[in-house]
Structure formats: structure tokens, C-alpha cells
């Protein structure tokens, strides 16, 4: 696990929303720990804002950022720097490991969140501060090290020292008390930069399950890939708050840990005012002794139904129960539960199909349809119908009813006026089946809402689009030759377009306010459909690099894009883009220039074509052609520019020995 150096753990998802640079992990701890033994009181949102914010000090308005002491783990007070990766003078980059802490739980890297240069560390290594102490100054340029670091030492004052006002009573939600007891809340952790709100694909642990820190128990899709969640101390899952598919912004409770198993049915009521549902209801107070009798003679049925289900809360059941119940037809709302705090195991309902409890639920027996004829003259319809008909000016005798004794319902009518769409006739036997289509809204995915953002920000870039025509037969017959060495298309072509980028430098820069940035790597970024989305996987360095190597490469950055485990810098470190739809036989098309970048080259597929030449028999021959086409952002990039790239990249495809 990784932290934010100077971010406590209440201020870190609050922060994340700000970091402009994409970050994944594919395993974050979310437990947040809710101890009321504690009597933590957590700060406002006007302390928080305060955490966040870069700090100015007034030596000489020199800019520096505080680096505190993290909040490591849930029960962390203290932490004791092992060792500074970096010392004062040095210079860091966002993302770099600065220092190793020791927490209550392990030792942990803390990485910075800014660029800039290390000033001054104030907590010396074996030294212990409180968490939120300031335990190091960040200047953001070189020239301000020595001033900040001599205001450092007014810094060493914990950043916690200072007690923090509660929120206002009234602004906190209603809900009940929190139990007198040890439990942890699980919240819905930030899984990128940009994440507002994450959706649980599954839960890998029931209610009642244990859970061990370190072991996954749930998968989150953020809007970069899905990710396990890891328990970040041993417990027991009482209560699931937000179910599988089921959204929750980040920082929201999605479910409680108990640390004693004894504690689950507590927790489970409690559970119930976090997410809105209503509280399970207390057991009955037994009966008095002389009214046993009567108590004895009503249903066994009533005795044996689900105390929460009678309560009007959800049915606390295992999946495995669920969906053997959903199977076998018992209505799981009557089985009685015999696992940890009522909870319905799968043996439980298959004892109530047996017997041994409630009894499957039956479909009713439809009732008989007695019949009727209207009087002649008379339509027969609903008042509804009638106004509805009057009001769109219909008459009634020329819309056929579906209601009861074939009356005329609102519903035929607002089928007549086009207001409601007729259902759809069953297929006759032996028809073809009918084709079900999509219809209605389907909520973006995390990836394609990213996606839809990320073409919203080209809008503002001025591109054009240059064209050509290559001759494929000599690339065709290099790939041919390295095929059964595992190398692809792709592998080769982003071979040939990067010795093309080499005596264009120009086409692998980017546009800057203050002129052309020239990027010294040639990365070449390569578009791949996967389910729910659109990735980039980086080929660096693709020109120096030996094809074959390229080609096992591509093969790997292919399957991580597909199981979605590719890191943010083997997706987001490209510095030119090639968008292949050859596969697909499309002839020609345009691609959308991603912003930050100066091109992106769209390749078709090879088709084969008849030109006249002399030395043929018949004067004419056979060859295979491919359209490429260039998009450009023309603030630094102009059409000669493309032209001579284009010619370039004919070339090298023509005489592709020299990519190998």
C-alpha cells in the first residue's frame, strides 16, 4: 500500500478529486476505522479544505508545500520515520517514494504529491511525529530552498496540535447512535484521480463471513479499470450496505466489520440507518407464562418467518441461498435463518423445501373469465379510456380493446394516439425468433464516461488531415517473414512509424502556450477496443527497440488492457498515436486527435488494386494498397510537415528490411 505524503487519511479522498495526473492500483485498503471508544471527532470541511490547500509562508513569498505525517493505518496516532529516500537539497518528482515510515501496522513508503525541491526535513530519521505533524518543507523552485528553509523550524508544530471544531450539529444526518463497541467502516475508496463515485461489481465475502487484512473482499469498477479492494484489518462482514452493481460516491459507508463476531446482529440494525432501510425490530417480549397456551396454538408458519422480512427490512440471506431459493421456488422471506445473526444459509432453504421449514411459494390459479357481450350500440370502455379518447378527439369503436370482456382501456388509447408503444405479439410456432433490441438509457461505464471526456477536450484543438496511399506488398511480405516469430502487425508498423517520427521531429511534439515542446522518446500509444471501452497501451521507445521485442511486448500490453490491469504509465505515456481499424476492412476514416498530443495517423485496410505497368504481359499488374490519414494540430504541426512524413513512412514501408 502506498500513501500522500502531507495528506491525512480524513482530508486523502477529498484530495484525490484535485490531482490531475491518473493513478491506478490494483489493491487499495478502504477500511476507515469507526471506533466510538476512540471519540474521534472528525474536522469540518472548512478544516479539511484548509489540509488540502498548498501552504504560502510569508519568508519572502516563497511558495513551499507542507509534507505531513500520514495517517497509515485506522488506529495509527504516531509514526516513526524509518528513512529519508531524499535529502534536503534534492530534487522530487510527483509520484516518487520521499521517505519510509513506520506505522502501528508495518513499514510504508511515502510517496510526494508534487514536483519540487526538498527544503527542510524536520523529523529526522528515528524520530517519531504525530500524525498530521508537518515532518518536512517542499520548495517549489530551486532558488527558494534556502528560504524556505529557514522558516522551517516555525513548522514543527504538529499540523493536529490545534483542536478541531466538531461540525455543526445540525448539519449532521439523522441516524442512531453508533454501537459501544470495536467495528471498522468500509468506505468506498478512491481509485484514481478522477473517481466521484465507484460501482461494486461483486463482494468477494458474504455477510458473516470472516476477513483477514490483506485478503480481498470486494471488486469496484472506477472509471479506469476494476480493481480489488483489500480488508485492511481482521474482522467479521456484518452488515452490506451498497450491493453488487449498486453505486456509491466516494468516501460512502458500503459496509461494517465487526470484531467480534458476537457483535454482527448490533451492527446489521445499525446498518440499516446508514443505507435508509429501516432498523430490524426488536424480538417480541416473551409471552407471560399463563398466555403459553394460547401463544402455542397460533401457525407454526407465523413463528417461523424471517425476522427481518417481517420486520419490513432486507433479508439478510448468503448469495448461495438466494439464488437456490430463487431456483426451487421458496419464498426466501419465510425460511428462518440459523447462521450468525439470523442469517439464511443455503442449507436452510433447502430444509424448508424438504419440510422442514416454509413451504414453497405456489403461482395462484388463474381466475375464471366470466363471460359478457355489451348491449348493441354500447362501446364498451373505461371512464379513462372514455375522457382520454374524448381528449385526443378518437373514437372509440375504431381502437380494439384488451381489458377485461375486451373493453377499451387507457392504455389501447394512449397505444392509438402514439403516447405508448403496443406490446409485442409472441412469435408463432415455428417462426424466427425475434431479435430483441436495446431501448432506453444505459449509464456510461467509468472508462467511457473517461473516454467521453477526454474527445469533449479536443473540441478546442485546430487539427487538419493530410492522406496517402502506400504500397503494402514488400511490408506484407517482411510481416510474412516474421510472423512465426510471434511478431504482429502492430509490433511492426509501430516499428516503421517510429523510424519515420526520427526525421520528423516534428510530428512527435506537442503544442505548449509558450511554443512547440519536442518530446526526446518516441512512444507510440496504439488504440484497442475492449468491453465497455477504448485504451491506449504504450509501445516505448518503438524505434529503438528490436521488432521482436516489440512484438512480445504488444502481445503483453494487450492482455493486461483486456483483464484491465495495465498501469496508468502504460497506457497514458504515449507521445504519438496510431488508430488501426485494417482488421475491420473500413477503406478510410479519420481519427480524433487526443488532446496534448500533435498526431495521430488512422490506418485502413489493405486493398488490392490494378495499375497499368509496361512490363506486364497485358500492361496491367495486381497490388495492394493502404490509406493512411494524418490529423494534426496545426498550431505547431503544418501541412508540409505531414506531406514529408508521409513520404518518409511510404518509404520505410517500401524498404522495410530496415526494420528489422
Not at 480524513?10 to 491518473?22: E, I, K, M, N, Y
Not at 535529502?87 to 504529491?113: C, L, P, R, Y
Not at 373469465?369 to 379518447?389: D, E, F, N, Q
Request: aromatic letters at 4%; a negative charge.
Amino acid at each position: 500500500m502506498k500513501f500522500i505524503a502531507g495528506i491525512s487519511s480524513t482530508a486523502l479522498l477529498c484530495l484525490l478529486s484535485f490531482h490531475t495526473t491518473s493513478q491506478q492500483s490494483n489493491s487499495v485498503s478502504a477500511f476507515v476505522a469507526n471506533n466510538v471508544n476512540n471519540n474521534i471527532i472528525l474536522p469540518s470541511n472548512n478544516a479539511i479544505t484548509n489540509a488540502m490547500m498548498r501552504h504560502s509562508t510569508s519568508l519572502n513569498m516563497a511558495d513551499s508545500i507542507k509534507i505531513t505525517m500520514p495517517a497509515l493505518s485506522s488506529t495509527m496516532k504516531e509514526g516513526r520515520v524509518v528513512s529519508w529516500l531524499k535529502q534536503e537539497g534534492d530534487e522530487i518528482e510527483a509520484g516518487e517514494a520521499i521517505m519510509v515510515v513506520e506505522s502501528d501496522k508495518a513499514d510504508m513508503d511515502v510517496e510526494a504529491f508534487e514536483d519540487g525541491y526538498l527544503a527542510k526535513i524536520l523529523t529526522g530519521e528515528g524520530e517519531t511525529a504525530e500524525v498530521g505533524a508537518v515532518v518536512a518543507l517542499v520548495a517549489t523552485s530551486e532558488e527558494d530552498i534556502a528560504v524556505v528553509a529557514a522558516g522551517g523550524g516555525d513548522e514543527a508544530a504538529p499540523a493536529a496540535s490545534e483542536p478541531v471544531a466538531a461540525a455543526p450539529a445540525a448539519e449532521a444526518p439523522a441516524s442512531a447512535a453508533a454501537p459501544d463497541f470495536d467495528f471498522s467502516q468500509l468506505d468506498m475508496p478512491a481509485l484514481s484521480s478522477t473517481m466521484k463515485e465507484g460501482k461494486v461489481v461483486s463482494w468477494l465475502k458474504g455477510e458473516g463471513d470472516s476477513v483477514e487484512a490483506g485478503e480481498a473482499i470486494m471488486v469496484v469498477e472506477s472509471d479506469k479499470a476494476d480493481m480489488d479492494v483489500e480488508a485492511f484489518e481482521d474482522g467479521y462482514i456484518a452488515a452490506i450496505i451498497t450491493g453488487e452493481g449498486e453505486t456509491a460516491n466516494v468516501g460512502s459507508p458500503v459496509a461494517l466489520i465487526a470484531a467480534n463476531e458476537a457483535d454482527i446482529p448490533a451492527l446489521q440494525a445499525y446498518a440499516a440507518t446508514l443505507s435508509g432501510a429501516p432498523a430490524p425490530s426488536a424480538p417480541a417480549a416473551a409471552a407471560p407464562t399463563a398466555a403459553a397456551p394460547v401463544a402455542k396454538a397460533a401457525p407454526k408458519a407465523a413463528a417461523a418467518a424471517n425476522p427481518a422480512a417481517s420486520a419490513g427490512g432486507r433479508v439478510v440471506a448468503s448469495p448461495l441461498a438466494k439464488k437456490l431459493a430463487e431456483e426451487i421456488g421458496v419464498d426466501i422471506t419465510t425460511v428462518v435463518g440459523t447462521g450468525p445473526g439470523g442469517r439464511i444459509t443455503a442449507g436452510d432453504v433447502q430444509s424448508a423445501s424438504s419440510g422442514g421449514g416454509a413451504a414453497p411459494a405456489k403461482k395462484a390459479a388463474a381466475p375464471s373469465k366470466p363471460s359478457w357481450t355489451p348491449a348493441p350500440g354500447v362501446i364498451a370502455a373505461t371512464p379513462t379510456a372514455r375522457a382520454l379518447a374524448k381528449k385526443a378527439k378518437l373514437d372509440l369503436a375504431s381502437i380494439t380493446g384488451t381489458g377485461e370482456f375486451g373493453r377499451v382501456t387507457a392504455d389501447d388509447v394512449k397505444i392509438a394516439t402514439g403516447e405508448k408503444k403496443a406490446t409485442r405479439k409472441a412469435a408463432a410456432p415455428g417462426a424466427p425468433a425475434v431479435v430483441e433490441m436495446p431501448e432506453g438509457l444505459v449509464p456510461f461505464t467509468g472508462m467511457q464516461r473517461a473516454v467521453s471526456n477526454n474527445m469533449e477536450a479536443t473540441l478546442g484543438c485546430p487539427v487538419f488531415r493530410a492522406s496517402r496511399e502506400i504500397e503494402m506488398d514488400a511490408f506484407n511480405a517482411c510481416y510474412q517473414s516474421v510472423k512465426p516469430k510471434g511478431v504482429t502487425v502492430s509490433a511492426l508498423l509501430a516499428k516503421a512509424v517510429a523510424k519515420a517520427i526520427e526525421k520528423h521531429p516534428i510530428i512527435n511534439s506537442s503544442f505548449r502556450p509558450e511554443g512547440t515542446f519536442f518530446n526526446k522518446d518516441i512512444n507510440i500509444a496504439m488504440a484497442v477496443s475492449i468491453d465497455g471501452g477504448l485504451i491506449t497501451p504504450v509501445l516505448k521507445y518503438a524505434n529503438e527497440r528490436d521488432v521482436l521485442e516489440l512484438g512480445e511486448n504488444w502481445k503483453e500490453l494487450v492482455g493486461k488492457a483486456k483483464s484491465g490491469t495495465l498501469s496508468p504509465d502504460e497506457y497514458n505515456s504515449g507521445t504519438f498515436v496510431i488508430s488501426n481499424m485494417g482488421m475491420f476492412g473500413v477503406s478510410q476514416f479519420d481519427a480524433i486527435l487526443p488532446a496534448g498530443l500533435g498526431g495521430i495517423l488512422a490506418v485502413a485496410a489493405t486493398q488490392e488494386h490494378i495499375v497499368p505497368d509496361k512490363q506486364a504481359v497485358l500492361g496491367m499488374k495486381k497490388i495492394s494498397k493502404m490509406t493512411v490519414t494524418l490529423t494534426c494540430d496545426h498550431r505547431q504541426i503544418y501541412g508540409s510537415d505531414a506531406a514529408f512524413f508521409l513520404k518518409t513512412l511510404n518509404d520505410v514501408m517500401n524498404n522495410p528490411q530496415q526494420l528489422l
